[in-house]
């Protein structure tokens, strides 16, 4: 009897289903808590993880290789990131990019080794987790240049994740009429409207339309309250900042609403329902007729921002044509950017994926993001279609989350978030119940290929490990310099020299370390060694306008003034927006004369 018990109350019931359960479950937590895993130590811990997780699944008993199309498709984007890294233009940023292809990999595998009422669990504990971080980060004023970026340090990729909870949260809450989810639907349109995210904004309005006419009659009285609570949201986040007062209104009111629902008879429902949505929508239009979420409302500041989006596209384009093919590796556009820029900027990604995908890993790069995305949009229509009469707004929901984090993508560098990427996949695979995996895995069993992909997933991980010491040893170094520890500073350089694959950064850091103690105490020794340094930085990567620039300053120290001249005037050339070389280099030339 005992155990009967636990395994019905366990989502999860075989060690491997246990395994991928409760790692997907922490990868889903943990995404929203660590910027997305944007960051490099961030992404390249996950990656670690992820292929010694892909190495337990490869070596345990039973090796599921259900929805093959897929997975292929994911390793042909993460070979089609990795083979670039031998021509790259900035080699160490391209084995970075080609390692966070592991994480969708590993997501993949893992969501399809649980059961469709296991999946739905961690879609509960996501959609919650988003809730309470979207308060914690209200709490702790986790806002940058006024928007609201919360955990993630990212406000339209916070943004979209909180549409794509909202989203799903709906199915979730219509489905057994849980009050907790309008709540969390209130907190979720706040954290959007304070996100300030037009794009986010402008799909959550087109879906709430669409999901009104394909829901049933039955259900669009769930559709009102829940419709009725995020516009409250929306009203709190316009008065967010402004008004305290108005602020606590609109807590109040969703609060009552949801308070009251549990409470009122059934008839009454409908014309609660309609009355607060009404009352919803009156406020929200008075708050924001006031301007107090400027970015949604000032059309001169939107076309400006689209004017600009599109000189990043032009400008991307005219450097894709340059290499249509092969693509310049992970990381070039951040380094390459200035030789093909029409206006002063910087960005580190293009606000495009699939332009983003092109630069990286030319037309394979392109193809196998295209197939990926016909692959989820796929498994989402097969699953609307085959879905059950309880679980078919839950499907419907899956996959217009999907579609909103694609288009996002496009507009934005959404995919770049390695998380955000790893939950599209998540979101697009096919799940199935127990008897079906049961009867699936009876033919699929692959024996003959455990070996081959455990030697994979070993090289995968040493890779990614020995990546991840040399970038957290990278990263001492960094703040014992901000602390004026040199000695420290420079140990750290060189642990992180032994353990990386591609040292030129580490090299480059530490040949600044001693120019800049060159600069302040006037030894030739520190310059002697900044100058073998930054050799060693541009033996590995030769077109980085830093360490050609510092190369420059190194060579004028030393008093070869015609060739600190000469690499300059060619960067000057190659960078026509950078105004504070050109002053320098205007000078030199004034003092050789």
């Not at 005219?318 to 960005?347: K, V």
Request: overall charge positive.
């Amino acid at each position: 009897m005992g155990t009967k018990r636990n395994s019905a109350a366990s989502p999860a019931k075989t060690n491997t289903e246990r395994v991928a359960f409760w790692a997907l479950a922490g990868f889903l937590v943990s995404g929203m808590l660590l910027h997305g895993l944007l960051l490099e130590r961030e992404f390249l811990t996950a990656s670690t993880v992820c292929a010694l997780l892909l190495l337990l699944v490869a070596m345990s008993d039973r090796l599921r290789l259900r929805q093959p199309a897929l997975i292929g498709a994911l390793a042909a984007c993460m070979v089609g990131y990795g083979i670039p890294v031998f021509y790259a233009v900035a080699p160490a940023h391209a084995l970075q990019e080609a390692l966070k292809s592991i994480i969708p990999v590993s997501v993949a595998v893992l969501g399809w080794a649980i059961t469709a009422t296991a999946y739905r669990k961690l879609i509960q504990v996501m959609v919650m987790s988003a809730a309470l971080t979207t308060i914690l980060g209200l709490a702790l004023g986790l806002f940058y240049e006024g928007r609201l970026a919360g955990f993630m340090d990212y406000a339209n990729g916070l943004g979209i994740l909180l549409l794509v909870c909202s989203v799903l949260g709906f199915p979730l809450y219509m489905a057994g009429k849980q009050t907790f989810y309008l709540p969390a639907a209130y907190t979720f349109a706040l954290g959007i409207g304070l996100t300030q995210s037009r794009t986010v904004f402008a799909l959550g309005v087109l879906g709430a339309f669409v999901s009104l006419l394909a829901s049933r009659r039955g259900d669009r009285l769930a559709w009102g309250n829940y419709a009725s609570v995020s516009l409250m949201g929306v009203a709190g986040a316009a008065c967010y900042g402004n008004s305290l007062w108005l602020f606590a209104l609109t807590i109040l009111f969703a609060g009552g609403f949801v308070w009251g629902l549990s409470r009122m008879a059934t008839r009454r429902l409908p014309l609660a329902a309609v009355g607060m949505g009404a009352l919803a929508a009156i406020f929200a239009a008075l708050v924001l007729w006031g301007g107090s979420i400027f970015r949604w409302l000032s059309l001169s500041s939107n076309l400006t921002d689209l004017r600009t989006r599109l000189v990043y596209y032009e400008d991307g384009l005219d450097m894709i044509r340059d290499s249509i093919w092969t693509g310049y590796g992970g990381g070039a556009w951040a380094e390459l950017q200035y030789r093909y820029q029409s206006a002063d900027y910087y960005i580190a990604y293009l606000h495009n994926h699939l332009l983003q995908t092109w630069l990286d890993a030319g037309i394979v790069g392109v193809g196998t993001f295209l197939a990926v995305t016909v692959l989820v949009v796929a498994n989402g229509i097969r699953s609307v279609r085959r879905s059950k009469e309880g679980l078919h707004s839950f499907e419907v929901a899956r996959l217009a989350a999907c579609i909103a984090l694609w288009l996002q993508s496009l507009l934005d560098f959404t995919f770049s978030s390695p998380y955000l990427f790893a939950l599209f996949i998540f979101l697009g695979i096919q799940t199935e119940d127990g008897d079906n995996l049961v009867k699936r895995d009876a033919g699929l069993r692959a024996g003959w290929a455990k070996a081959p992909i455990a030697a994979c997933c070993i090289m995968l991980a040493l890779l990614a490990g020995s990546t991840l010491l040399a970038q957290t040893y990278y990263d001492r170094a960094i703040r014992a310099a901000s602390q004026e520890r040199l000695a420290d500073a420079v140990s750290y350089l060189e642990r992180s020299m032994a353990f990386g694959i591609y040292d030129d950064a580490a090299h480059d850091r530490k040949a600044r370390l001693y120019y800049e103690g060159y600069m302040e105490r006037r030894d030739r020794a520190y310059l002697t060694i900044a100058d073998a340094e930054i050799d060693a930085a541009l033996a590995g990567n030769p077109e980085h306008v830093w360490y050609r620039k510092l190369r420059s300053d190194i060579d004028w120290e030393l008093g070869e003034r015609a060739a600190a001249l000469s690499e300059l005037e060619r960067l000057v050339r190659q960078n026509p927006f950078m105004a504070s070389w050109r002053e320098e280099l205007n000078k030199k030339r004034s003092e050789t004369s």
